[in-house]
């Protein structure tokens, strides 16, 4: 069974920055992070994977509300994916989650689909985030 550890997270004054980072255990064809704020439903927020196409190169895709803040990344090995957050704002204030898609789903990245709950099977365990204003 392939598991997801978190690490990072914490405190952070507005306009500031954290990273959040998730090794898995087995092969993903896709990760992804998620968050989830007090009384609001999980929603994905970044979203990272192979092209498919026989190169090493990456695809990626992010929420409205993130883009242009927020990168996501994966190490050469494709096990560990991080989250960089920047500029961050009291709204960012939640618990984060990552997400691996280990069941394989098709090359193509759409973010419309692939920043939804449905798509993954593998879960970290959550880490806090809280911003300050």
């Known amino acids: 069974q392939v598991k997801a550890v978190q690490s990072g997270g914490g405190s952070a004054q507005a306009g500031g920055s954290l990273t959040l980072s998730c090794t898995i255990s087995?092969?993903?064809?896709?990760m992804a992070w998620f968050r989830q704020a007090a009384d609001n439903e999980r929603e994905g927020i970044a979203v990272?994977?192979?092209?498919?196409?026989?190169?090493?190169?990456?695809?990626?895709g992010y929420a409205d509300s993130v883009k242009d803040r927020f990168i996501i990344s994966l190490d050469t090995a494709g096990k560990t994916v991080s989250l960089q957050m920047n500029d961050l704002k009291p709204e960012d204030t939640a618990k984060y989650y990552c997400a691996a898609q280990t069941v394989f789903r098709g090359w193509f990245l759409i973010p419309s689909r692939d920043l939804g709950r449905d798509q993954y099977n593998t879960w970290g365990q959550g880490t806090q985030v809280t911003v300050s204003s």
């Open positions: 087995g092969v993903a064809y896709k």
């Open positions: 990272i994977g192979r092209r498919g196409d026989g190169s090493s190169s990456y695809s990626t």
